[in-house]
């Protein structure tokens, strides 16, 4: 994506079902509504006589999945990923899950979410020990830490998957296939979402996001907790604790922006968290104007509580095209504004003449906020209100959402005037972190983008440390 254009990005959906003949069939659906999670690729592996196949590809999933192709991967249990690459994670081909390992104790694949802190430091470890990598991924990190004592093939693979969890240290939700069993691994911290469902035929499913349970008829059964490893196979399912540790910081930015609004993270649904949080947003930063408009998809929810806390009539002031997926690809500065264009209008006979209060969920670099700003007033709104339903973005994130770096980040080196200069809206405000936290009733949540206060340590190296130390010393 260019720079112009960036905002944050959603960072892979998992989605996994053990016990349907059906199993690859639903598992496509589980991820068709995953989707909004990753649209750069996407695969599915199942198992049937021991036997792993996988189909994968770049694209979405009603792209790469045809009826032809599903009804080769037979058999009751399947894992399945959409795929969202960072930037620098390599070549999004090689980067496809799941990735399916061979090796002489058993075959097994992993459809991973989330990103280790301490890579750097565990794959010296095992290529000290040996180890060969083909890629930079995570995932092939924890396939060779699972696997790092294969002397030990007598060891029940529980055991292995544990202690290669209690090396890590990170954000990660993820799954491990072998031809009879799914593990479901969710990170210590509670950092990224993962929940457990139930069909009616008994089979188990469980998916980045409950969104998917309802698509495929399933009832939400619990979360997987922080720091717990759920065994689903033919006795049912099993939970085994890596950690004592458990914290439920769940990333934030999930519910402000990544997450879709029908979906419950940790037990809040996400529509009425941004409700809430905009209704504090009215009243932290109260405005007198005619309209309140949101900024689609994910600001929506924030704007309609904007607008019951207000009294302010809610209208769509902006509409986005749903089949424009990238505009990445035009060449010149007149063509990428075209793209926008062609991903955003205003509806000028609703703002025009009007004062309108914005609500958008974050701003990064500022670029997309000073764009829709103009959109507005050239469609003759005669005021823009600009309120933004999280607090000022100051701080990367070490754990897998592609937030930009500092340098990018407009509200690490501007005051909220500077930045309302930029966008050249009629005034600005951003929601407190208390707010945030309020909306979802939570005690615990990361925030670390905004407040600068990980849940982790975080193993920099060089450049990111130097950075880092520079935060510490300005904040
Ligand atoms: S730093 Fe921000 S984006 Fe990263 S996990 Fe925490 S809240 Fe989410």
Same mark, same amino acid.
């Given at each position: 994506?260019?720079?112009? =254009?960036?905002? !944050?990005?959603?960072?892979?959906?998992?989605?996994?079902?053990?016990?349907?003949? /059906?199993?690859?069939?639903?598992?496509?659906?589980?991820?068709?509504?995953?989707?909004?999670?990753?649209?750069?690729?996407?695969?599915?592996?199942?198992?049937?006589?021991?036997? *792993?196949?996988?189909? @994968?590809?770049?694209?979405?999933?009603?792209?790469?999945?045809?009826?032809?192709?599903?009804?080769?991967?037979?058999?009751?249990?399947?894992?399945?990923?959409?795929?969202?690459?960072?930037?620098?994670?390599?070549?999004?081909?090689?980067?496809? +899950?799941?990735?399916?390992?061979?090796?002489?104790?058993?075959?097994?694949?992993?459809?991973?979410?989330?990103?280790?802190?301490?890579?750097?430091?565990?794959?010296? $470890?095992?290529?000290?020990?040996?180890? !060969?990598?083909?890629?930079?991924?995570?995932? /092939? !990190?924890?396939?060779?830490?699972? @696997?790092?004592?294969?002397?030990?093939?007598?060891?029940?693979?529980?055991?292995?998957?544990?202690?290669?969890?209690?090396?890590?240290?990170?954000?990660?939700?993820?799954?491990?296939?072998?031809?009879?069993?799914?593990?479901?691994?969710? &990170?210590?911290?509670? *950092?990224?979402?993962?929940?457990?469902?139930?069909?009616?035929?008994?089979?188990?499913?469980?998916?980045?996001?409950?969104?998917?349970?309802?698509?495929?008829?399933?009832?939400?059964?619990?979360?997987?907790?922080?720091?717990?490893?759920?065994?689903?196979?033919?006795?049912?399912?099993?939970?085994?604790?890596?950690?004592?540790?458990?914290?439920?910081?769940?990333?934030?930015?999930?519910?402000? #922006?990544?997450?879709?609004?029908?979906?419950?993270? &940790?037990?809040?649904?996400?529509?009425?968290?941004?409700?809430?949080?905009? @209704?504090?947003? #009215?009243?932290?930063?109260?405005?007198?104007?005619?309209?309140?408009?949101?900024?689609? &998809?994910?600001?929506?929810?924030?704007?309609?509580? $904007?607008?019951?806390?207000?009294?302010?009539?809610?209208?769509?002031?902006?509409?986005?095209?749903? #089949?424009?997926?990238?505009?990445?690809? +035009?060449?010149?500065?007149?063509?990428? =504004?075209?793209?926008?264009?062609?991903?955003?209008?205003?509806?000028?006979?609703?703002?025009?003449?009007?004062?309108?209060?914005?609500?958008?969920?974050?701003?990064?670099?500022?670029?997309?906020?000073?764009?829709?700003?103009?959109?507005?007033?050239?469609?003759?709104?005669?005021?823009?209100?600009?309120?933004?339903?999280?607090?000022?973005?100051?701080?990367?994130?070490? #754990?897998?959402?592609?937030?930009?770096? =500092?340098?990018?980040?407009?509200?690490?080196? @501007?005051?909220?005037?500077?930045?309302?200069?930029?966008?050249?809206?009629?005034? *600005?405000?951003?929601?407190?972190?208390?707010?945030?936290?309020?909306?979802?009733?939570?005690?615990?949540?990361?925030?670390?983008?905004?407040?600068?206060?990980?849940?982790? &340590?975080?193993?920099?190296?060089?450049?990111?440390?130097?950075? $880092?130390?520079?935060?510490?010393?300005?904040?």
């Amino acid at each position: 994506m260019n720079s112009e =254009e960036k905002r !944050l990005h959603e960072e892979c959906g998992v989605f996994g079902i053990y016990g349907s003949e /059906e199993a690859a069939n639903i598992c496509y659906y589980g991820l068709h509504s995953l989707q909004h999670r990753g649209q750069e690729g996407c695969g599915i592996v199942s198992a049937k006589d021991g036997q *792993l196949r996988y189909i @994968k590809g770049p694209g979405l999933v009603n792209t790469v999945f045809s009826e032809r192709n599903l009804a080769t991967l037979e058999g009751n249990i399947s894992i399945g990923q959409v795929l969202y690459t960072t930037a620098g994670s390599g070549e999004v081909t090689e980067n496809i +899950q799941p990735i399916v390992f061979h090796h002489g104790t058993g075959d097994f694949a992993i459809s991973y979410n989330g990103k280790l802190v301490n890579a750097h430091r565990l794959r010296k $470890y095992l290529e000290d020990k040996g180890s !060969l990598f083909l890629t930079s991924s995570d995932c /092939e !990190l924890i396939a060779n830490l699972i @696997k790092k004592d294969a002397a030990q093939a007598h060891v029940d693979r529980i055991h292995a998957i544990m202690e290669a969890l209690n090396m890590v240290e990170g954000a990660f939700a993820f799954l491990i296939m072998t031809p009879k069993r799914i593990y479901a691994c969710r &990170d210590k911290h509670g *950092l990224k979402p993962l929940s457990l469902g139930r069909l009616k035929d008994g089979s188990w499913v469980v998916s980045s996001e409950t969104c998917a349970f309802e698509v495929i008829g399933a009832e939400y059964v619990r979360d997987v907790e922080p720091g717990e490893v759920i065994s689903i196979d033919h006795h049912g399912i099993r939970s085994n604790h890596f950690s004592s540790y458990k914290h439920f910081n769940m990333c934030s930015m999930e519910y402000i #922006y990544f997450a879709r609004p029908d979906s419950d993270i &940790d037990g809040c649904n996400v529509h009425t968290f941004r409700k809430e949080s905009g @209704k504090l947003l #009215y009243k932290e930063a109260p405005v007198d104007a005619d309209i309140v408009i949101g900024v689609p &998809d994910s600001s929506l929810s924030a704007a309609i509580g $904007y607008s019951e806390a207000s009294g302010i009539p809610y209208e769509i002031g902006l509409v986005k095209s749903k #089949y424009v997926a990238r505009t990445f690809i +035009q060449p010149s500065q007149s063509m990428r =504004e075209k793209g926008v264009r062609m991903k955003l209008s205003a509806v000028r006979s609703i703002v025009g003449g009007k004062r309108v209060v914005m609500v958008d969920d974050s701003i990064v670099r500022g670029t997309t906020s000073k764009r829709i700003v103009t959109l507005l007033k050239e469609a003759g709104a005669t005021e823009v209100h600009v309120r933004i339903a999280s607090p000022a973005m100051k701080h990367p994130c070490y #754990y897998g959402v592609d937030t930009s770096t =500092e340098e990018e980040l407009i509200s690490a080196h @501007k005051s909220v005037e500077e930045v309302r200069q930029y966008i050249d809206a009629d005034s *600005l405000a951003f929601l407190s972190p208390e707010s945030l936290m309020a909306s979802g009733c939570r005690k615990e949540m990361c925030m670390a983008c905004f407040d600068g206060k990980y849940p982790t &340590d975080l193993y920099l190296v060089d450049e990111d440390a130097s950075l $880092y130390k520079r935060y510490q010393k300005n904040k």
